[in-house]
């Protein structure tokens, strides 16, 4: 069965300083990859999307990067945390591409950034 | 661009009451609508999903109905159990451009099922 595990569960940064947030798909091979952000009070929007290793492609610009070093990791970072990136992030696959395609969720993040 | 709209933020029920979520979508291509549940602690899950015009789709209870003629997919359910208090995202799929196919989100309903 697959899994998709996040991590960290929770994280509290100061302004300026460095992010890096993981996901790691299992049990299943080459899967399109996303990441979905949440401000509080405000709409899950993706940011971006790979279909493969070593391509991301940006979708939202928010002063954040995305890296797929292997086929089941998605990395999310930035070098200087905005207050404006507090929310909830959740990583995503899917195994088809199409409108019909379910997207499978992990568990999320929750960042505060003070 | 792609849009959906949830009216209610927050919903409270007592056990047993029916269920109705409010979701309507603007699309300029797409219809492909998606029901997503997410219990406290958990990951979001797919719920239902519907690309069909009036035909109802049902799942786990719940059953929703893709009107295109009003831009609706409400989700709803004849008697609502405790177990079914959670955080319900209404989502259009859409083909962003190249391979990415996104999911636009409404900003969810909380559920809260009381005894």
């Known amino acids: 069965a697959q899994t998709i595990h996040q991590w960290p569960v929770a994280e509290i940064k100061a302004v300026g300083s460095p992010l890096s947030l993981g996901c790691t798909i299992k049990g299943k091979s080459s899967p399109n990859l996303y990441w979905y952000w949440q401000a509080t009070g405000g709409t899950l929007q993706q940011l971006f999307y790979s279909i493969t290793v070593g391509q991301v492609e940006s979708v939202v610009q928010l002063n954040l990067s995305a890296s797929r070093p292997k086929d089941d990791q998605f990395i999310l970072s930035t070098e200087k945390l905005l207050l404006s990136h507090s929310g909830f992030y959740l990583c995503?696959?899917?195994?088809?591409?199409?409108?019909?395609?379910?997207?499978?969720f992990g568990p999320g993040t929750r960042l505060t950034v003070l | 661009g792609d849009s959906v709209t949830q009216t209610e933020g927050l919903v409270t029920l007592t056990e047993g009451l029916p269920v109705m979520l409010n979701c309507t979508y603007q699309t300029a291509y797409s219809t492909f609508l998606f029901w997503y549940v997410q219990h406290l602690n958990e990951a979001p899950k797919l719920l239902l999903k519907s690309s069909t015009d009036n035909k109802r789709t049902e799942h786990q209870g719940f059953h929703a109905t893709l009107h295109k003629s009003s831009s609706s997919f409400h989700l709803q359910k004849s008697s609502a159990q405790l177990s079914d208090s959670a955080l319900y995202y209404c989502a259009l799929s859409e083909n962003s451009g190249g391979s990415n196919y996104k999911l636009t989100f409404g900003k969810g309903t909380l559920l809260t099922v009381t005894p």
């Open positions: 995503a696959w899917s195994l088809e591409l199409g409108v019909y395609a379910e997207q499978f």
